[in-house]
């Protein structure tokens, strides 16, 4: 089965990028013919001369990026993107969710459908949509959130992923809080689930564990592909009987959202290191397995500075350490193990109950996704899905500095010219609240 990619503004076309790039030369890597076929399905259709084209329809209000991203790729020899898969204007939104929302995603919404339309009867069976983008600037946030409510009408019952970047907290746009909150609070009523990012973690992982010392939006792009491609490339389900599994998205959407209430997915993997150095290093299990492990409870996104003094809760009091961080609670995880001896790899860390909220069995809330084919040149890599408290700081931060901006009423003038009134701000800060509140009492019970 096969995913439809949209990919919005600048940052959706770079990361989008990057993704199907790393996706193909894993695809292509070596000899193992079921697991390139399966991912070819997923993500490429070929032509009659084998060439392998993009699923993806490519959306920015400015040209510049989507024809470096379309010559990048027809340029790599290994693959490219349809020559007529694309829509562009002159002018971008401005960095306004409203220009997007309300002027440009109306105005050219048949054009995009009919991009969309096209790529998905190129699919045998669709395994589902999945939209690529910023929250912070106009045409990602705003045409994004414009572009998944029309495929949720066109597409009722498609799984659909949204996959964000988050903007570094000190940001170079004055109104990215207020594109976030009316991003995500609207694509909280669309999706089925929000895979984030935070360009802010991404980049500390640049610098601390790939020693990369001018860090470009390209080195972060590839990191946010490294951890999303490990999710999305096939893998062995508990029940696919050996064989790839053919629904990523719905076995994504199942395993990790069972509440409409908690849609919020974070990644980590281990290993990451300098390309320079994978090539010299042997890994056995249980070593990162453990790692991951605290990662997870400390809400540490990257194997370096881990507190280890986050314990695993005794009873029901979930408290504070000496250092400040507090435990982790998730709702669901998801677990994925790429490269040899995977079979052997011991994972009941992972099954403890202490981890997970009171309300799920652990049987419910654990999945284990298993490929013995090498992932991205690691012998072997193992990636964490997670839903559960780890994005409340950044969210409620988010909230609280929009909500500060808004008290003022400033920059609000610029959205209501477009069309976006007090009202429809104050509606995504109550849901938005909700869904804090909600993650918050994770904790408690
Ligand atoms: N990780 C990553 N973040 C990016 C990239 N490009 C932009 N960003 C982030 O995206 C936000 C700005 O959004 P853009 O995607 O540039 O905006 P846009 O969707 O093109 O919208 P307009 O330019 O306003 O029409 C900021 O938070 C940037 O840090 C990228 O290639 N990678
Ligand atoms: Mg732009």
Known sequence: MSIVTVQLGQCGNQVGHELFDILCSDARDGQRREYGAASCERFFHQTMHGELVARAVLV?????????????????????????????????????????????????????????????????????????????GGTGSGVGTYVTQCLRDVYPKSFILNHLTWPYETGEVIVQNYNSVLTLAHLYQLSDAILVHENDTVHRICSQLLKIKHISFKDVNRVISHQLGSVLQPALTTDSHGVYSRNPLGDLVS?????????????????????????????????????????????????????????????SERTRTLTGASFNTSLANLLILRGKDVYSADTGCFEDPGLYTSWLSSAEAFNLWKSPVPFNKYEKSATLVCNSQSLLRPLNNMVGKAWNMFASRAYIHQYIKFGISEEDFLDSFTSLEQVISSYSQLGKT
């Open 60 to 136: 920015d209000m400015e040209p510049k990026v989507i024809n470096q991203s379309m010559g990048k790729a027809a340029k790599s020899g290994r693959w490219r993107y349809g020559e007529t898969s694309h829509f562009s204007q002159k002018q971008g939104s401005g960095n306004n969710w409203a220009n997007g929302y309300c002027v440009h995603g109306p105005g050219h919404r048949e054009a995009v459908e009919e991009l969309v339309r096209r790529e998905v009867e190129r699919c045998d069976r669709l395994a589902g949509l999945m939209a690529v983008m910023s929250v912070a």
């Open 255 to 315: 395993a990790l959202v069972c509440h409409p209430e908690y849609k919020l997915l974070s990644v980590c993997n281990v290993p990451q290191m300098p390309s320079s150095s994978i090539a010299y290093s042997t890994f056995s299990w249980p070593g990162p397995l453990r790692h991951l492990r605290q990662m997870l409870i400390s809400n540490t996104k990257m194997e370096e500075g881990i507190d280890w003094q986050v314990r695993t809760p005794a009873g």
